[in-house]
């Protein structure tokens, strides 16, 4: 999704009660497929965590507070985000992982 549907799917969910967006970021989709890859260049972003953090302020923009979910990763990978999740306010949401 672009940002722009990232904030038009917040403001739409927002308009019927809604007031969460879950953000997956799966297990770094952009090494595993090549067009997942190419999308997000295409966007701008060199990564999915590059892109969950702008999505995330699109969330907000739609009045909805962006949730998280790892997705299919393994454990020594969480490690591997922590850092960058972290900057991005999610610490309350890996604290359960670690």
Not at 1 to 16: D, F, H, P, S, Y
Request: with cysteine.
């Amino acid at each position: 999704m672009t940002l722009e549907e990232v904030i038009k799917v917040a403001r739409e969910g927002a308009a019927q009660g809604c007031c969460e967006a879950l953000l997956t970021l799966g297990d770094r989709p952009e090494a595993r497929w090549a067009e997942a890859g190419e999308e997000l260049r295409a966007m701008g972003y060199a990564s999915t965590l590059d892109y969950v953090e702008v999505a995330r302020e699109g969330a907000a923009q739609g009045c909805c507070e962006a949730l998280l979910t790892l997705g299919d990763r393994p454990e020594a990978r969480w490690a591997e985000a922590g850092e960058e999740l972290r900057a991005m306010g999610y610490a309350s949401t890996l604290d359960y992982v670690e």
